[in-house]
């Protein structure tokens, strides 16, 4: 009691103490609030580098590249079966990249790599924009630019592999407000959030099997536009015929 007594006395007679006394707790509150707001920012950026990148990245730090590296991801699969899960090669390389209608040209890295394997090491997959809302239709290998035409009731169709990915998509249970922004505006051929080629037949290729092109997935920010609102808006067309000419130099990572 006596000590309370004191206590209450000297605070109440010194104002310079509870001046102390607030300023002390200020601070713990404020290192407290940065400890959980960094911890937090911590472990987000420590995901999304793992999910950009992968775990490990083995680099040779020279521009001749990585040699023989099939041979020692085999070398890691049989030494170390336990630990090393999927291991993939990435090529780093330099080019211009050229949209043969438009004529556009932009200089761009070049990122070689097994879409398949990509997929498995990082978080690739899931930034894939158009694979989203068609799952399964990104591909690096030959493929046809497809092209939305009209089916017999007058309905602006994509070809049936498009079709038919999008119902997965739609009965994976994705977002409310998604499904709500995509049948607003499913997609266009001139500017929008999805772009396809169209012709007034039905869905089809351009092109025959003759005319197949390997892949290429493209930059959002290389040949979109970002608008106010944060989102791009599309020019070109899924499966835009381009030009890419790679420079005499590469990396090769693992």
């Not at 030494?79 to 090393?84: A, I, T």
């Amino acid at each position: 009691m006596y000590k309370l007594f004191l206590s209450l006395r000297y605070l109440r007679r010194r104002l310079i103490a509870l001046f102390a006394v607030g300023s002390v707790t200020l601070c713990v509150f404020m290192v407290l609030v940065v400890v959980s707001v960094m911890g937090g920012f911590l472990e987000m950026v420590k995901e999304r580098s793992r999910g950009l990148l992968s775990d490990i990245v083995v680099d040779n730090t020279t521009l001749q590249g990585f040699p023989y590296y099939e041979e020692f991801i085999e070398k890691l699969y049989t030494e170390m079966p336990d630990v090393v899960i999927k291991a993939t090669p990435v090529i780093y390389n330099y080019g211009i990249l050229r949209v043969r209608a438009s004529k556009y040209t932009k200089p761009v890295r070049v990122v070689g790599i097994r879409l398949e394997g990509y997929e498995q090491v990082n978080d690739f997959a899931n930034s894939l924009y158009y694979d989203k809302y068609y799952p399964g239709t990104t591909s690096l290998g030959l493929q046809r630019q497809p092209i939305a035409g009209f089916d017999e009731r007058g309905n602006l169709r994509l070809p049936p592999e498009f079709e038919m990915a999008h119902r997965r998509w739609l009965e994976s249970n994705p977002d409310p407000e998604e499904v709500a922004e995509y049948r607003a505006n499913p997609y266009s051929a001139m500017a929008g959030p999805r772009v396809f080629a169209q012709n007034l037949g039905p869905p089809s290729y351009h092109g025959g099997e003759d005319e197949e092109l390997n892949g290429l997935i493209v930059g959002c920010d290389i040949i979109n536009e970002r608008t106010r609102t944060g989102d791009y808006l599309r020019t070109y067309a899924l499966g835009s015929d381009m030009l890419l000419t790679l420079l005499p130099m590469l990396l090769t990572l693992l």
